[in-house]
């Protein structure tokens, strides 16, 4: 494989006023250094867009740094070691790593992960079998204390992150998962998933939609959406229930504040739990979460599916599609 001289890169060209633009990024080139002594070349195959990007492109204090103007954004991305001066790694091991949003890239040893594409293709670890999983799997087991038996409710459930939740569920024994989506083709998707059912947000309010597809109550709500989903979920929610709070995309764009919840006093009486969480806080289950979703996914209990842009140059509107919900399931940007 010829080495280039320079490697392209998209930097964060300013911060987005409400959604994001194309202006908000640039396109540079830079020169590509060899490897120094425990570093890796990279050439990356696949990087992911993600939600939580968003949030770093505001320059406010969060759980993770913002991005830095005129610098390299960051993100997910699987690539091939090219050269290596790390005795941690070969020339042709495929490695996982944050330096997304460009296509070639030097990199400590420490900082690449060795992924093994015999047992799943190397996107997938940006997916289902990487922190997208551990999102989904943390979040329904550890976070909202899913029980056998419950009926369960997730958002975004066409998303990367939900279309896993509610296939985890039903695989350790849901009684009823229901999600919502914003299409009819999403939703059609959701149930070929084998949900138990699903509406799309679009065709009226939310608390109305999911009273009909729950009639019985829910007991856990796993949250991408936040806004009107959250204040559906509460009321909907039965005694002792749980929230697992992991995103509200709903809101990331807006410039005012969301008035919902408006009904979070009913927490109160309802006795619920309402819990925030970070994947990087819960990367001590990521061994039991490969050993279930690996046995899953060879059973076909859990499939995944990828939204795939090709090309460096489209990862920025890849990015804004992904945050207007032009995906389903994983965002991804080949790059070769």
Not at 22 to 48: A, C, I, K, Y
Not at 83 to 100: E, P
Not at 193 to 214: E, T
């Amino acid at each position: 494989m010829t080495r280039p001289d320079t490697a392209r890169q998209i930097h964060l060209a300013s911060r987005p006023d409400g959604w994001p633009e194309q202006e908000n990024f640039r396109f540079t080139e830079v020169p590509l250094p060899e490897p120094e002594d425990g570093e890796v070349l990279v050439r990356n195959h696949f990087m992911s867009v993600d939600p939580y990007m968003r949030g770093r492109m505001n320059d406010v204090k969060s759980y993770v740094p913002p991005f830095r103007l005129d610098e390299p954004l960051e993100g997910g991305a699987v690539g091939e070691v090219v050269a290596s001066r790390s005795d941690r790694h070969k020339i042709g091991d495929m490695v996982l790593h944050n330096a997304g949003w460009r296509d070639w890239t030097v990199l400590p040893g420490k900082a690449a992960r060795v992924v093994d594409t015999a047992a799943a293709p190397a996107s997938a670890y940006l997916g289902a079998l990487g922190l997208t999983g551990l999102t989904a799997y943390a979040g329904l087991t550890k976070v909202a204390g899913f029980r056998e038996g419950d009926v369960v409710f997730v958002s975004g459930a066409a998303g990367a992150v939900g279309s896993l939740v509610g296939q985890i569920a039903k695989a350790l024994g849901a009684s009823r998962v229901i999600g919502s989506a914003g299409s009819a083709e999403k939703v059609a998707k959701l149930l070929d998933y084998g949900f138990d059912a699903a509406f799309n947000y679009h065709d009226g309010p939310v608390h109305r939609q999911l009273r009909d597809a729950a009639p019985d109550g829910i007991d856990v709500y796993f949250d991408n959406v936040g806004g009107d989903h959250l204040e559906a979920a509460i009321g909907a929610m039965n005694r002792g229930g749980r929230i697992a709070l992991c995103g509200a995309i709903s809101q990331y764009n807006e410039t005012e504040p969301s008035p919902a919840p408006r009904n979070l006093a009913l927490a109160i009486g309802k006795e619920l739990t309402l819990r925030g969480f970070i994947v990087r806080s819960y990367n001590q289950y990521a061994a039991e979460f490969a050993e279930l979703m690996g046995r899953w996914l060879q059973e076909g209990a859990v499939r995944f599916e990828e939204t795939v842009v090709t090309g460096l140059d489209n990862a920025p509107q890849a990015f804004i599609d992904l945050m207007r919900g032009a995906n389903t399931g994983k965002m991804l940007v080949d790059l070769r």
